[in-house]
């Protein structure tokens, strides 16, 4: 998925730990999101931005934090992570109007 | 609220034609996405709709009507590389236009 560029790949934290989902884009897009995915429940949104400096929660926020300090990078973070936050997390990108999501390749994360 | 409803799975035949549903009631529209998403990947973009009526790209349309709630993806001439799940996404109004999921629909195509 050209554009949008997600670290790391794969990633297992055992309970307690921190870390942070990094998402990187290329495309000069203000909108950023970062949603997370779990089986049968389809896509989450977790945070949302409409551009440096702005951050706002989504649908399931608790224990998590982003940051925009540039319009390229929408860094996700965990501060003590659950074994509820096993998933896999998707960043995504938007232009303007109605133009749809572009998601990143997903990172997917095991909390044991 | 949101709430966006369609089947969790389904079976077809190749070269067969497919219509996976969609139902949604949500607090605002602006607009109904489909997505694909071939498993351990990330979902792609298929098509949009934001008027009532169909919108056919290639072997794929998408049909909506407002006033229904209902949107549906047509899957023709299905082929193997079709097995995959398929999201349906509402865009609410207002605000950053956030995009709301459905669960999603597995599509298996056999021989």
């Known amino acids: 998925n050209a554009g949008v560029t997600q670290t790391p790949k794969f990633r297992i934290l055992k309970i307690g730990q921190s870390m942070t989902l990094q998402c990187a884009q290329d495309?000069?897009?203000?909108?950023m999101y970062w949603y997370r995915q779990d089986p049968g429940m389809g896509l989450k949104l977790i945070y949302y931005?409409?551009?440096?400096?702005?951050?706002d929660k989504g649908e399931v926020p608790n224990g998590y934090n982003v940051s925009r300090s540039t319009t390229e990078d929408f860094p996700l973070r965990l501060e003590l992570a659950a074994p509820s936050q096993t998933s896999v997390y998707f960043c995504?990108?938007?232009?303007?109007?109605?133009?749809?999501?572009?998601f990143g390749n997903g990172t997917r994360l095991t909390v044991t | 609220g949101q709430n966006i409803d369609q089947p969790t799975e389904m079976t077809a035949t190749e070269g067969a034609i497919v219509q996976i549903n969609c139902t949604y009631q949500?607090?605002?529209?602006?607009?109904l996405f489909w997505y694909q998403q071939h498993a351990g990947e990330a979902p792609t973009f298929l098509s949009y709709?934001?008027?009532?009526g169909l919108e056919e790209k290639g072997r794929f349309s998408s049909f909506l009507s407002r006033s229904k709630g209902y949107s549906y993806l047509l899957l023709k001439e299905l082929q193997m590389k079709d097995s995959a799940s398929y999201l349906c996404?509402?865009?609410?109004?207002?605000?950053?236009?956030?995009?709301?999921f459905g669960t999603g629909t597995r599509l298996t195509v056999i021989p």
């Open positions: 995504a990108i938007k232009g303007q109007g109605n133009s749809p999501l572009h």
């Open positions: 495309m000069n897009h203000n909108y």
């Open positions: 931005s409409v551009g440096a400096g702005i951050t």
């Open positions: 949500t607090s605002g529209f602006n607009g």
């Open positions: 709709n934001v008027l009532d």
């Open positions: 996404a509402v865009r609410s109004e207002g605000g950053a236009n956030n995009l709301f």
